[in-house]
């Protein structure tokens, strides 16, 4: 008998990093095993400048939106091409506006799972957990794994 329920969905934070794309790959993998569906993730934001008015966003046509998509779809075709027979999966790409873990976390709501990559292109390359796995893993209304980076015990 064929269920007309929505499978589970597996969420997963890419920004382009080896990390992320290796964050990727486990959440196609689990989603293979429980017949789930992936939705990658990423976020844009306007950068913000300090000026004699206090924070402010730059400029506001600056193409990010575009630019985060492209770079999603990227990793998505990335990890896709490693399968011979394509992942065998459902991937949905999501581009949101705002803080990546805002975004994440909102994203996350009613998911299976929410899969983040240890450190992602921040600046802090010694911290075991960057600042968006942080806060997911501390804020999210389901579980949480985080990937290691490749090789991060070599260093």
Known sequence: MASDREPER?????DGSATSKDALRWAVRQARLTGSVVEAVTAWDYPQF????GWMPAATDLGLEEAAGKALGTAVEE????????PG??????VGYGVPATVLLEAAKGAALLVVGNRGHGGFTEALLGSVGQHCVQHAECPVVVIRERGADSR
């Open 50 to 53: 300090y000026g004699s008015m």
């Open 89 to 94: 999966v459902e991937i949905r790409t999501t």
């Open 10 to 14: 597996i969420v997963v934070g890419v």
């Open 79 to 86: 990890v896709g091409a490693g399968y011979p027979d394509g």
